[in-house]
């Protein structure tokens, strides 16, 4: 089942082509800005746009939903954070919005399955109130997985139908790391024990309630691992299927997006079963310290920009990369080629084209 996501068409190569032959004008040596060449390549092919065009209007959506099985003392902190935070957020007082004021970007939180009441204006594509507990019963029924795949893609297009050039999706659930996990060494099939990481900051004991209800949830996962939505449904949660849904749009949408975390690159494993080849609009922000994150990177063939042992959520690491990516496109779009600054190239041999790679090392 794909509820209609089906295969992605990649990003332009022909732009790629002609950032690459652009970046070999600029007025510096052949690949002497890094990797700063090849997210500016990446971002003039999603765009369709050589050179690229800075970025306007990106946005942070943050997903929020509880869990289950955060009764079953899995989190270091009580379900009622949840709600709590998403006042914070709306309040301006979190991390992701005073990372998004230095990026240049703004935040929207979405309800999916807050177990408390919250604010209407974040509550429009409310499923349910928290997810099943599912180291013993199913997150969703068929018709909450649907809603909530539904309501992330109709986030999606709400945000790029708004204007939004760049998404980043974010999220916030105590307790969420546990599913997460769970998606992830299910679709790579890693045992528990090594892909379970702290959370929230558990100590040993909860270290170890984690580990088995991450077991006990992958016992009831293994026989839906092949069906994308029969995962959610089984083993993960409202807001996992939202931001499934989200990003599988998003790259249907030919709109870039800057993934955060653990729990938000588990979505992402799935998004691809539903929409493969939705990974190629995807890039890393930033590696968790979570174990799961790495094993999901990998998966999913993504570098990630930054690694700073970050573990926060809320779309905090990829909005500390954003910066990054906006030095990529200024330098690829803004920098002057050696023929606009009448800066000479390297001297060739006689017996050499012309048109060889400048050398500015002297």
């Keep these: 089942m794909t509820h209609g996501f089906g295969p992605v068409a990649p990003p332009d190569a022909a732009y790629r082509t002609a950032a690459e032959q652009r970046q070999s004008r600029l007025t510096k040596p052949a690949g002497a800005l890094g990797r700063l060449e090849a997210l500016g390549n990446w971002i003039a092919a999603c765009q369709g746009a050589c050179p690229p065009r800075q970025f306007t209007r990106p946005r942070v959506v943050v997903f929020a939903g509880d869990h289950g099985v955060a009764r079953h003392g899995v989190s270091a902190y009580p379900s009622e954070v949840t709600a709590q935070m998403v006042a914070n957020f709306l309040a301006g007082g979190a991390a992701v919005n005073i990372l998004a004021t230095v990026a240049d970007a703004t935040v929207r939180v979405v309800d999916i399955a807050v177990d408390a009441d919250t604010d209407p204006a974040v509550s429009t594509h409310k499923v349910r109130r928290a997810s099943g507990s599912i180291d013993r019963e199913d997150a969703l029924t068929a018709e909450e997985v649907t809603a909530a795949l539904t309501a992330g893609r109709?986030?999606?297009?709400?945000?790029?139908?708004?204007?939004?050039?760049?998404?980043?999706?974010?999220?916030?659930?105590?307790?969420?790391?546990?599913?997460a996990t769970v998606l992830i060494a299910t679709l790579t099939d890693t045992e528990p024990v090594r892909a379970v990481g702290r959370g929230t900051g558990v100590d040993d004991a909860g270290w170890s309630r984690k580990v088995a209800a991450i077991r006990?949830?992958?016992?009831?996962?293994?026989?839906?691992?092949?069906?994308?939505?029969?995962?959610?449904?089984?083993?993960?949660?409202a807001d996992?299927?939202?931001?499934?849904?989200?990003?599988?749009q998003a790259?249907?949408?030919?709109?870039?997006?800057?993934?955060?975390?653990v729990v938000v690159t588990a979505a992402a494993l799935v998004a691809e079963d539903l929409a493969e080849g939705a990974r190629a609009w995807w890039l890393a922000g930033h590696r968790s310290t979570e174990p799961a994150h790495t094993l999901a990177l990998t998966h999913l063939r993504?570098?990630?920009?930054?690694?700073?042992?970050?573990?926060?959520?809320?779309?905090?690491g990829a909005l500390t990369a954003?910066?990054?990516?906006?030095?990529?496109?200024?330098?690829?779009?803004?920098?002057?080629?050696?023929?606009?600054?009448?800066?000479?190239?390297?001297?060739?041999?006689?017996?050499?084209?012309?048109?060889?790679?400048?050398?500015?090392?002297?």
Excluded: W, Y
């Excluded at 109709?154 to 998404?167: Q, R, S, T, W």
């Design 240 to 248: 996992f299927a939202a931001m499934a849904g989200f990003l599988a």
């Design 251 to 261: 790259a249907h949408r030919r709109t870039p997006v800057l993934l955060d975390g």
């Design 154 to 179: 109709a986030i999606a297009d709400e945000e790029i139908d708004a204007g939004a050039d760049l998404l980043i999706a974010g999220d916030m659930g105590i307790g969420n790391t546990t599913p």
């Design 302 to 316: 993504l570098d990630p920009v930054i690694d700073l042992s970050m573990r926060l959520g809320e779309g905090s």
């Design 216 to 237: 006990d949830a992958m016992r009831r996962a293994r026989r839906v691992a092949k069906d994308p939505v029969e995962l959610l449904r089984v083993a993960a949660g």
């Design 322 to 362: 954003l910066p990054i990516l906006r030095a990529a496109v200024a330098t690829l779009a803004q920098m002057s080629t050696f023929d606009e600054a009448g800066v000479s190239t390297a001297q060739t041999p006689e017996n050499e084209s012309d048109t060889a790679r400048p050398n500015l090392t002297k």
